[in-house]
């Protein structure tokens, strides 16, 4: 059985989605129970030369939402990148997760193999579609959505590995 990459690229991205959600509720929950604002964790960053919190969400959620976009054929959707709590983050992880769910898969299949050109930072990078799903798109889903996970532990926040593996609950007994 050959696996399709939008099965492969959706189910990803609904666990990681289903994760950001749960750590995101768990760290807005906290937020109410400690009285600290939530600007504080949306800020957040581990290292001086890291991306916050917040940014980590933007990516995670971006980043796959305009490249399946870009797979698909569709119009690359905008994002204004000025969330400034926990609501707006998880609205716009629905926002982005209706957007991949309204892409034709068929389109995201069509031609695995084929040449696909995409702007990456300041250059243009071309490469064979089904590759720019799995080492671009997968790894920068996994990438944001693990720091993302790791400020909020940085920060104190009692989350664990069943928190990261939230997405599989229906598979795993226990989970």
Known sequence: MSLSVSSSVNGAVAHMFETLRGVLAKAAERCKETNVEE???????MAPDMFPLA????????????????????????????ETSFAELLA????????????????????????????????????PRKVFAQNWILPNLYFHVTAAYLIL??????????????GLRDYIPGA
Request: glycine letters at 8%; zero cysteines; a negative charge.
């Open 39 to 45: 600007g504080v964790y949306l800020n957040w960053r």
């Open 55 to 82: 940014t980590q969400v933007r990516f995670a959620t971006e980043i796959p939402a305009r490249a399946l976009s870009r797979l698909a054929g569709a119009e690359i959707p905008s994002f204004p990148d000025d």
């Open 92 to 127: 716009r992880i629905d926002r982005a997760e209706s957007i991949i769910n309204g892409l034709d898969r068929a389109a995201i299949d069509a031609d695995a193999d084929v040449n696909i050109t995409v702007p990456m930072g300041p250059m243009e990078v071309t490469l």
């Open 153 to 166: 532990r940085h920060t104190g926040l009692d989350i664990g590995k069943r928190d990261f593996l939230i």
